[in-house]
């Protein structure tokens, strides 16, 4: 199967981007893969495999390789005589902005090249976890109760000590603190406020119950992965999730009652069904008092979490093939030529 | 002033976007104007001055125009020898898909071209009904219950008849029926199936109050146009609408009280604050027993609303000028340096 893989992005996730992306090199060898890097200029470019290590983007070694133009249905690389077009399925390997946001999805769609990856709506509401809380009072799924405040207004935090402060639009724990009391509330709101003008600060609950599940839609219906219960400290920092972006050992099923097992899918259904098709996600849940709470989409998970999934070729594969077809509308002329003739002309 | 209109676009909403450019290049005569045409295929061309008549379009004469390519910060000309760059301000007056669903706005994100029009979370949340409706119980903004219908499934109405059935996804009038009672809904849906997948049904108010106000933000207030009772029928039906695309003859200022008045300004400011800054937007209101209720967003309204405005064309110099400078993340490549290192590398 022939497979591109586009990473990079001008994101303050830009590196993981790029050591999930050499994770998946592994994880897919058996297909045929191209990389496209996407540098922080927005310039494509066609990495050979040979050079998918790190240093070749840390050293800038890159802007020797070919570039790449966007067109209908295709990549293409130009040489004085030639053209050679990557028309293959691209997956959407870059976290954080541009890749998840909706721009590279936005982009894919105009060009009518087949993705996988969440798409533009599904995007906006699970790259700013402000629209997240929104999407899920629509959608009636539960989450840990929260409140926005503005870098340009201030505001009282009515929600008890200890909280969680994350900036808005940012994933990987970047920017994020944990605040147990006032005192230390205004360094952890500059230090989210340095990577967006909006933050969000939620319940903060102590060795609070953790699940990851991950799935996605093929031929009509949606695949899980394992369930896994993260081993981690209170939260993992940037660094540790880093790290966890190469992940590509599976992992050890949670031990957890079927009714659990149930609720959680049933949840990650609710979010997943008339949004996120075409996409294989992450959703990391909490369990408080028995109750199921969706803390968080990963639309674009580090390494694609295959980790999670026993027979991740076999994932990639159906997802591509499940994909659908780009639809594009044709136009008729039919008003103006009524109204030209109603005019005579 | 410079000024670049970007219209067309591969929608349904293709050829009153032509009809909304032709008005606006009468509208905004006094500036430098250049026209680029999106096709329904994708492709962008530059089209004089001149040939700007619906005839051009409607016989696919356009297609021997000049071609453009996008690449950082401008479209692009090229001919054998040379190259020539259009670098200014975009209006975005693409109706419709593409252009108000985000695409487009992603698009000249990604390149880095200043626009006027819905950045990508806007467009979401005034293209598709279902979002506007999350958006409007997310910011507390009153407007009508509703309930959402799928084509794959089937599900009774409790809402009471009269109702109205509007594709979630089409604007201008497409699709949309009034439906008097149970006899006339299988062929409402079929007809707004036709369009969408989703439909939105919502209580139909005979005579209802309706009043349209447009607004933007410059130098940092939302500047409001008069407010208008447009005068209409029960609902403009799509060919009325296209007419009403071409509008650019002043308006009377709807006979209403300050309260009144102040009232739809507040809802308006609560729509437009820290969500569709950039863009110059049309908000549809009823008024139902004294209270305001939200109807429509109109994110790239037709032929930019400038019958509400007394100075058109120093709006569109304030809200060009009013623009924010494209931000671009600069990586420095820490995290690989730092892990390198550790390894010895």
């Known amino acids: 199967?022939?497979?591109?893989?586009?990473?990079?992005?001008?994101?303050?996730?830009?590196?993981?981007?790029?050591?999930?992306?050499?994770?998946?090199?592994?994880?897919?060898?058996?297909?045929?893969?191209?990389?496209i890097f996407c540098d922080t200029d927005h310039q494509?470019?066609?990495?050979?495999?040979?050079?998918?290590?790190?240093?070749?983007?840390?050293?800038?070694?890159?802007?020797?390789?070919?570039?790449?133009?966007?067109s209908q249905g295709a990549f293409n690389q130009k040489t004085m005589f030639s053209k050679t077009q990557y028309r293959y399925v691209v997956l959407n390997l870059i976290h954080g902005a541009d890749g998840e946001d909706g721009t590279i999805a936005a982009l894919l769609d105009f060009y009518?090249?087949?993705?996988?990856?969440?798409?533009?709506?599904?995007?906006?509401?699970?790259?700013?976890?402000?629209?997240?809380?929104?999407?899920?009072?629509?959608?009636?799924?539960?989450?840990?109760?929260?409140?926005?405040?503005?870098?340009?207004?201030?505001?009282?935090?009515?929600?008890?000590?200890?909280?969680?402060?994350?900036?808005?639009?940012?994933g990987s724990s970047i920017g994020v603190s944990i605040v147990k009391d006032e005192s230390e509330l205004d360094y952890a709101l500059d230090t989210a406020y340095e990577f967006d003008n909006s933050v969000i600060v939620e319940p903060f609950i102590e060795n609070v119950k953790e699940y990851n599940l991950a799935g996605y839609m093929a031929d009509g219906e949606i695949k899980f992965s394992i369930i896994e219960e993260p081993q981690k400290e209170n939260f993992l920092d940037f660094e540790k999730k880093y790290m966890d972006f190469s992940r590509s050992e599976?992992?050890?099923?949670?031990?957890?009652?079927?009714?659990?097992?149930?609720?959680?899918?049933?949840?990650?259904?609710?979010?997943?069904?008339?949004?996120?098709?075409?996409?294989?996600?992450?959703?990391?849940?909490?369990?408080?008092?028995?109750?199921?709470?969706?803390?968080?989409?990963?639309?674009?998970?580090?390494?694609?979490?295959?980790?999670?999934?026993?027979?991740?070729?076999?994932?990639?594969?159906?997802?591509?093939?499940?994909?659908?077809?780009?639809k594009r509308i044709k136009v008729n002329y039919e008003y103006i030529h009524s109204i030209n003739s109603a005019k005579g002309k």
């Not at 893989?5 to 830009?14: C, P, Q, W």
């Not at 109760?145 to 639009?169: F, M, Q």
């Not at 949004?275 to 674009?300: K, Q, S, T, W, Y």
């Not at 998970?301 to 591509?320: H, R, T």
């Open 250 to 326: 599976s992992v050890l099923k949670a031990n957890i009652s079927t009714e659990l097992e149930q609720k959680l899918k049933n949840s990650f259904t609710k979010v997943y069904k008339n949004m996120f098709e075409g996409a294989l996600i992450r959703c990391d849940f909490f369990v408080v008092n028995d109750e199921v709470l969706l803390n968080e989409i990963n639309p674009i998970p580090g390494s694609m979490a295959n980790y999670l999934f026993e027979d991740f070729l076999g994932v990639i594969k159906s997802l591509s093939s499940s994909l659908s077809e780009p």
């Open 1 to 35: 199967m022939n497979l591109t893989i586009l990473f990079g992005g001008a994101s303050f996730e830009h590196e993981i981007s790029i050591v999930s992306a050499i994770t998946l090199m592994q994880k897919l060898s058996n297909f045929n893969l191209n990389f």
């Open 44 to 70: 494509f470019y066609i990495i050979d495999k040979k050079d998918m290590k790190a240093k070749t983007f840390s050293s800038g070694a890159y802007k020797k390789m070919p570039t790449l133009s966007l």
């Open 112 to 170: 009518s090249i087949k993705y996988i990856g969440p798409r533009v709506s599904a995007s906006v509401f699970s790259y700013d976890k402000r629209y997240t809380k929104w999407f899920c009072a629509a959608k009636n799924i539960k989450c840990l109760e929260y409140e926005i405040l503005n870098s340009n207004e201030h505001k009282n935090i009515s929600i008890k000590y200890p909280i969680i402060i994350k900036p808005a639009r940012l």
